[in-house]
């Protein structure tokens, strides 16, 4: 045998030991399809778990597409058994829960946001659920004399809603709120700090901590170490993303009484979702296209009282109300949601929306983003941390809130944040 058929034979050799077993070669998607072209069978395959998802027949009721197994979201109108329960296109969407006790449970918030568990049953021998865990969050720093101050999410700043003034869930028949005061008081503008006198937590961004866009967000310019944080609301959820979902998406709709009277400033409460994941090391999730978190200052804040507001209100703060779309939002631009009755419309003390300031001039107190879409994209089978938040910078005064719901999947990936189609 000369060398050049003794290599030829070789090489051979080492291609008949790699190949999969009757002819397969690894197909686009991760699975496996027979190199004639034809239909794909276990023969093809010669091993459990052809498409390598951690499933294998009968469990896997398709095991050529790792996109399919009882950990997969069943995508409805796809006419697809994604998750392998033995019913295409039947997902659970809503999973509302009473809560034992008032205000319930983190997990109960999860659930009532639309955070839900599913029907098909893992290797494990569980119903499979894309929350982990939940829990409330709270921030840590030091304050005046280097003293470490801890704000702590409190019972009296959360509320699972199946109403926010004229506002309704976006999906099923609850939302969850937060606030950095009593959530749903009537008077948010008036309520006192809940953190002890004296509180505060001077570098809001290295305690967050927030870097960038974000720090900038909460700073709106002033020094990074010069905004201190309180009255802290944090909403903390680990989740494992489904085995065929690439981007993950919520509804948020935030509301602040620091509108109109701190527009502009650094004394700005803002709401965040820091994500942790493959893709995010931190960074926050919800922000408009100049990469701002959603504050007073953001391009969303926009559900306002309309201009050019009561008689009597200064030029420069009527001026702020020219791109805003009213109280009730405006369906032909898609926004949605409502000022009335949430206690955010500037008008729970008389039917006057403005309050008279030490410098004599009128501000309008009140506003909102209306709601928002923020999608974000996710490795499949990954664990990720989400980290909802609404905070007060500077002093703990006039109050903000933000409600959560429709979080929910989609099959490719998508990033941005914006007005949801019209419901």
């Known amino acids: 045998m000369n060398g050049r058929v003794a290599a030829l034979l070789a090489a051979l050799a080492v291609a008949g030991a790699s190949a999969p077993v009757g002819g397969c070669s690894s197909g686009k998607s991760g699975g496996y399809t027979p190199d004639d072209g034809g239909t794909p069978n276990l023969a093809d395959c010669g091993h459990a778990d052809c498409d ?3 499933y294998a027949t009968p469990a896997d009721c398709n095991d050529f597409d790792p996109r399919i197994n009882p950990e997969a979201f069943d995508f409805a109108a796809d006419g697809v058994d994604n998750d392998c329960d033995g019913v295409a296109d039947d997902p659970v969407l809503t999973c509302e829960t009473i809560p034992a006790q008032a205000p319930g449970s983190p997990v109960d918030f999860a659930r009532a946001a639309d955070l839900c568990a599913q029907r098909s049953i893992t290797s494990a021998g569980t119903v499979f659920d894309p929350l982990v865990h939940a829990a409330w969050g709270q921030v840590q720093g030091l304050g005046p004399g280097q003293t470490l101050w801890t704000s702590q999410t409190k019972p009296q700043q959360v509320g699972i809603a199946s ?9 099923g028949r609850t939302m969850a709120g937060l606030a950095n ?8 503008r008036s309520s006192a700090p809940l953190d002890p006198q004296g509180f505060h937590i001077n570098d809001g961004c290295a305690a967050i901590p927030l870097a960038g866009q974000d720090c900038a967000s909460l700073t709106d310019g002033a020094a990074a170490g010069g905004v201190n944080v309180q009255d802290w609301a944090e909403l903390t959820l680990t989740v494992k993303i489904p085995s065929n979902v690439q981007t993950a998406v919520f509804d948020f709709a935030f509301f602040s009484t620091e509108f109109n009277q701190w527009w502009g400033s650094a004394a700005n409460d803002a709401f965040f979702v820091l994500v942790t994941s493959q893709g995010f090391q931190g960074q926050n999730v919800a922000k408009d296209k100049n990469g701002l978190a959603v504050t007073i200052n953001s391009g969303f804040f926009q559900l306002c009282p309309a201009w050019p507001g009561p008689p009597g209100m200064s030029q420069d703060k009527a001026a702020a109300l020219q791109t805003c779309v009213g109280p009730s939002g405006d369906p032909a631009q898609s926004i949605l949601g409502t000022l009335t009755g949430t206690g955010y419309d500037g008008a729970t003390v008389g039917t006057d929306d403005t309050v008279l300031a030490v410098n004599g001039n009128k501000y309008v107190y ?14 499949p089978r990954e664990q990720i941390v989400m980290r909802v938040i609404v905070a007060d910078a500077f002093d703990g005064l006039k109050d903000s809130a933000v409600l959560l719901d429709a979080l929910r999947w989609e099959p490719s990936s998508e990033s941005g944040v914006g007005r949801p189609t019209i419901q």
């Open 181 to 188: 005061g009593p959530w749903a008081a009537g008077d948010p």
């Open 52 to 54: 390598a998802d951690g």
């Open 163 to 171: 109403s926010f003034g004229a506002n309704q869930p976006r999906q």
């Open 366 to 379: 009140g506003g909102g983003s209306g709601w928002l879409t923020a999608k974000f994209p996710v490795v």
